[in-house]
């Protein structure tokens, strides 16, 4: 199906900064244009790694006003423990709605988490990692602001695109149509300016995480800017082929 033309976002993940100058980083992308900063939470235990807990978030908002977006890749215990936390320290500077995305696999009350991350003061959002089929969350579509579609396992950065991710994208995008739900499909996992957001974005994305495809530029900015031409070309229907 033709997707809906929805705003263009480009999201990095600060995954492959560093994390020794994370407020300088945060400061460097919000000047390179970019719509939100997501912070990969990892536990060592939903995802062999472990990185950012809520002090760190915070301490990155006095470096700059652009919405952050924080992907809670952790176990149930650790998401409905630390939820607060987390949902506080991703807030804008004015006390605005930050993205919280919690993992469908993680939280068998996965109702109960969005419901309190809305209550918090929070923006509700969802993720499915590659192998989980889109009606996992079509029973919670009516709760969140977000979907995050997994084009790699979680857990490391620099992963190879997984292409089979397209229909669920196409799948995701009908039912929201249908359902007349203002939802936003995001996409994370190696996402760069070339056929991967091309294609995403033709499928129904509009929301695209990139770390090392925007980092790996000679400047954030033109990182940003390329990736948000391609997916633009893309949602004008210039949708750029996968090499063969």
């Known amino acids: 199906m033709a997707p809906t033309h929805r705003s263009i976002q480009i999201?990095?993940?600060?995954?492959?900064?560093n994390w020794a100058e994370m407020g300088q980083c945060v400061k460097d992308l919000e000047d390179a244009g970019v719509d939100r900063i997501q912070f990969d939470v990892m536990d060592g235990n939903f995802v062999p790694n472990l990185t950012f807990g809520p002090e760190l978030i915070k301490a990155c908002r006095k470096y700059c006003d652009v919405p952050f977006e924080t992907q809670l890749m952790v176990s149930q215990y650790n998401c409905e423990t630390m939820?607060?936390?987390?949902?506080?320290?991703?807030?804008g500077p004015k006390g605005e709605p930050g993205v919280v995305i919690a993992h469908v696999e993680a939280n068998t009350h996965l109702h109960r988490v969005l419901g309190r991350i809305r209550q918090l003061g929070g923006s509700p959002s969802v993720a499915m990692n590659p192998h989980t089929p889109m009606e996992m969350v079509k029973n919670v579509l009516d709760m969140v602001d977000h979907v995050l579609v997994m084009t790699v396992n979680p857990g490391f950065g620099g992963q190879a695109y997984i292409p089979t991710m397209l229909d669920k994208i196409s799948e995701l995008r009908k039912a929201i149509v249908e359902?007349?739900?203002n939802v936003d499909i995001e996409v994370d996992g190696g996402?760069?300016?070339n056929w991967t957001i091309s294609q995403c974005c033709a499928a129904g994305a509009n929301c695209f995480i990139a770390g090392s495809g925007m980092f790996a530029y000679p400047t954030l900015k033109e990182g940003c800017d390329d990736l948000r031409r391609v997916a633009a070309e893309?949602?004008?229907?210039?949708?750029?082929p996968q090499p063969s």
Do not use: C, F, H
């Open 11 to 17: 999201i990095p993940s600060v995954l492959p900064a």
């Open 83 to 91: 939820l607060d936390a987390y949902v506080e320290a991703t807030k």
């Open 179 to 181: 359902r007349d739900l």
């Open 191 to 193: 996402i760069k300016a």
């Open 234 to 240: 893309a949602q004008a229907g210039k949708v750029l």
